[in-house]
């Protein structure tokens, strides 16, 4: 563990940085209603709008991992109901690998995961976005691959 | 300055005496030895053939940055290519006297500040190959010896319980001055054994190549159909060359992370698809043919032609680690035959 | 009691018979390599050069590799590619590299001839360096029983199989070929099995201790590509790791950069590695790159009860997908 990640899980005041690929029909329109609907929710979170989770090249995840995202959510719509028919299942196969290799290397399970929130889950997305960076902020900030940049 | 006598037992101390300076030696982790610097003298694996990385790395690191950037400021921000008075402890000859090799043409047409630099605060003390060398080792065939002082600043060599000790440039006398309460004089019969030695390392070389003619005759063979069958097996990777003391061709980029970044200059290899590749679309070496050719005319031909020596030192790690057994030699000897 | 399998002079019958036909245009098999005991591939493309193949335990390397990595310069005008078949010689974890090509439809099954190897097991070059440095040779490797026999500048020396033997032989699932025009020996039956004990250590450990481990690997990685280009997988026209737009990993040379690397080469052969242990034998930096391979084929077949490269019909397993995969961690 280096210092300075002790020192932000000690002293708690450490904010994630949580960089979100959503899909554009379910999980997107989701996270708008939360919005319109005025639900709370962490404001730790990037969003990055893709048309499909299964458009979410599982490169996307590392490269945010490198950049300095310290936790990375991908989200869709329900199984069965994609609006491409089956882009969330192949998805779902892809980020199953990944996540289970990342934590493989050593990279904590924590700071990868995927949920299913369609568009009208505004409140599902606050549950999920809670979750997700109460587990980020558990295992603090990334400092396995982070670009360590410029370093002379 | 006379041959001096370092007792192996005293080696620990000697080491630590040169903590003073960036002291890098052979370290081995499973079963790769590098150059390291190192903290602890134990770290120190001296029993060893060659390292899978030559210490070119040291003065020609992988990735370097040249300068910085950022948005909004014109004025650039230069790095100091210095890392310290360093010395490279127990490097073997032949990739001593790659770097003197390299020397010739970072000094050139332009005068490369980041590897001359470096070069300069570097001391080579080097380790001379007094057991019998690898199979493959052929630094005879090609201006090399086993025992070489070219490119060195001190040579030791291992007697069993003792090194002898020759300083060969002033930068090896700031050494020897440094280590002076650990070094006593050497016997007349010390400096016998390693002669002995020196002869029999040279006699246990096996592998030869006349290198006569070559830079010549390699430009005649431009077309010769032993181009293609001798690349046939490469598959384009780069352990060859980066893993080649001699190999020196590198490339530069650009990094940038919002709105800062930098300029690296980083190892490239020849043997790569894009090494060549125009912005157009076209190679003009377009297939591993042409990349392989181009490997050993640079080494054996361009190289000589311009600077005088083969850019080569036998230290037949491309021969050793090549993926599908592609053998400089073997090419070599089809190019005398051919 | 396994003995040296293949018959040279019926090797050489064959390979004479298929390199003859018009529509062959080159045989892909093994030859004597320069030094110790290696041996090295060779490219027949006549009669007169059969004489030189040969096939030995010291047969490493994987020659599916061939028929992906050929370079398509352009052309000079009115000449055109010679489309003929290539025949190759195959052991059986190599036969699957051809068959999971053939998944992927790189090329058709009536484009290559293929000659199979059943194997009961090859060396491992950097062991067998280690154990004869001084082997000038080149040398001779024969098995017999539980021995190989290495003969060498007039020395013989039998060491017993397990101390030589390539670690990815004692995991072989598949020691015939599954695919083949012509077997040259008779069939070898499975003689060992993938227990996976030393992955599902690894995953048994702390996150921290399991990237301290293979942050000092990837440390050490200088990117020469060798596992990827060895890879009869790797085979992209333009891979990923070239492009420079946009730029995925860069060239330098760092920790960040380096396991970026190696995360995207082991995702890219995800359901796709054939086990042949390639990557790792070519690997001058000594990274245990199987390690990662395996444990990708670990998940695969438990998640998705998928094994590639062992039929032709099959689809890429991330092409295809079941209403029932598995989703736990999926909020």
Not at chain 1, 100 to 121: C, I, K, M, Q, T
Not at chain 2, 158 to 175: H, I, M, Q, R
Not at chain 2, 246 to 271: K, L, N, Y
Request: aromatic content about 10%; some cysteine; overall charge negative.
């Amino acid at each position: 563990m280096t210092e300075d990640k002790a020192k932000a899980t000690v002293t708690t005041d450490f904010e994630p940085n949580i960089v979100a690929f959503l899909c554009n029909w379910c999980s997107y329109a989701g996270a708008d209603l939360a919005g319109t609907s005025r639900i709370q929710y962490p404001a730790n979170v990037k969003v990055i709008r893709v048309m499909c989770s299964g458009r979410v090249n599982p490169l996307f995840v590392m490269n945010a991992l490198q950049q300095g995202a310290d936790g990375v959510l991908v989200s869709g719509c329900h199984p069965g109901d994609c609006h491409y028919m089956h882009g969330n299942y192949y998805a779902r196969r892809r980020f199953t690998l990944m996540r289970d290799f990342l934590e493989y290397l050593g990279v904590e399970p924590e700071r990868f995961r995927a949920s299913w929130v369609s568009a009208s889950e505004g409140s599902k997305w606050k549950e999920v976005i809670e979750e997700v960076v109460e587990g980020v902020k558990s295992v603090g900030p990334m400092d396995q691959f982070k670009r360590r940049q410029l370093n002379w | 300055m006379a041959e001096k006598i370092l007792i192996k037992e005293r080696l620990g101390d000697a080491l630590g005496e040169l903590s003073k300076f960036r002291l890098l030696a052979p370290t081995k982790s499973d079963e790769v030895v590098l150059f390291k610097q190192i903290d602890d003298p134990a770290e120190a694996y001296l029993d060893y053939l060659n390292s899978t990385v030559p210490p070119k790395r040291v003065v020609f690191p992988q990735t370097e940055t040249l300068f910085k950037f950022r948005a909004g400021e014109p004025d650039l921000e230069e790095k100091d290519p210095s890392e310290g008075e360093t010395v490279i402890w127990g490097l073997r000859p032949c990739d001593a006297r790659a770097m003197a090799i390299v020397e010739k043409l970072f000094n050139w047409d332009y005068e490369d500040p980041y590897y001359l630099k470096r070069r300069e605060e570097t001391t080579l003390v080097g380790l001379a190959c007094s057991s019998i060398p690898s199979v493959n080792c052929f630094c005879t065939s090609v201006g090399g010896h086993p025992f070489g002082t070219e490119g060195l600043d001190v040579l030791l060599t291992d007697l069993g319980d003792k090194y002898l000790v020759e300083v060969v440039s002033d930068k090896g006398a700031k050494v020897a001055e440094a280590l002076s309460g650990l070094l006593a004089d050497a016997a007349g019969a010390d400096k016998e054994a390693a002669a002995k030695l020196s002869t029999e390392a040279e006699k246990g070389i096996s592998r030869t190549i006349g290198t006569e003619g070559l830079q010549e005759k390699l430009l005649n063979l431009w077309e010769n159909p032993l181009w293609k069958k001798v690349s046939a097996a490469c598959l384009g990777c780069g352990v060859c060359t980066y893993l080649c003391p001699t190999c020196h061709c590198f490339d530069i980029q650009d990094e940038v992370e919002e709105d800062e970044g930098r300029r690296a200059r980083m190892w490239d290899s020849c043997m790569f698809c894009e090494y060549t590749l125009h912005g157009s679309g076209h190679n003009p070496r377009p297939t591993r043919r042409e990349r392989t050719r181009n490997r050993i005319n640079h080494k054996y031909s361009y190289f000589p032609s311009k600077f005088g020596d083969i850019a080569c030192v036998g230290c037949a790690r491309c021969i050793n680690l090549c993926p599908v057994n592609i053998d400089i030699l073997d090419i070599l000897q089809q190019v005398v035959e051919a | 009691m396994v003995e040296q399998l293949i018959d040279t002079d019926k090797l050489k019958k064959i390979a004479e018979e298929v390199i003859s036909r018009e529509d062959v245009r080159l045989l892909i098999g093994y030859r004597k390599g320069t030094f110790g005991f290696r041996m090295r591939p060779a490219f027949v493309e006549e009669v007169s050069e059969v004489g030189e193949l040969e096939f030995t335990p010291a047969c490493v390397n994987n020659l599916a590799t061939y028929l992906t990595n050929y370079e398509r310069p352009p052309l000079p005008r009115g000449t055109t590619n010679d489309t003929r078949k290539v025949a190759v010689m195959v052991k059986g974890c190599d036969s699957r590299a051809l068959l999971q090509q053939m998944v992927e439809l790189a090329y058709k099954r009536d484009d290559v001839i293929i000659l199979g190897i059943p194997c009961n097991g090859v060396i491992d070059p950097a062991k067998v360096d280690k154990r004869f440095p001084e082997a000038k040779g080149p040398g001779d490797v024969k098995r017999e029983g539980d021995n190989f026999t290495f003969s060498a500048d007039g020395k013989t020396e039998t060491v017993p199989a397990a101390e030589v033997i390539a670690d990815k032989c004692t995991r072989c699932r598949y020691p015939t070929p599954l695919v083949y025009d012509e077997l040259l020996a008779p069939e070898v039956e499975r003689f060992a099995d993938d227990t996976y004990e030393d992955i599902a250590g690894l995953e048994k450990r702390g996150s921290d201790e399991k990237w301290a481990y293979w942050e000092e690997k990837f440390s050490r990685c200088v990117r020469c590509y060798g596992c990827r280009n060895v890879c009869p997988m790797c085979y992209c026209d333009e891979c990923v790791l070239d492009r420079l737009s946009p730029q995925w990993m860069r060239r330098s040379v760092d920790i960040s950069e380096n396991t970026a690397y190696h995360i995207s080469r082991a995702y890219h052969l995800a359901g796709r590695c054939i086990q042949c242990g390639e990557c790792q034998r070519v690997c001058p930096m000594d990274i245990p790159i199987m390690e990662m391979n395996r444990k990708f084929y670990k998940d695969v077949a438990e998640f998705y009860e998928y094994e590639p490269g062992t039929d032709a019909e099959e689809k890429p397993l991330l092409s295809i997908f079941s209403v029932d995969d598995k989703e736990d961690f999926i909020l």
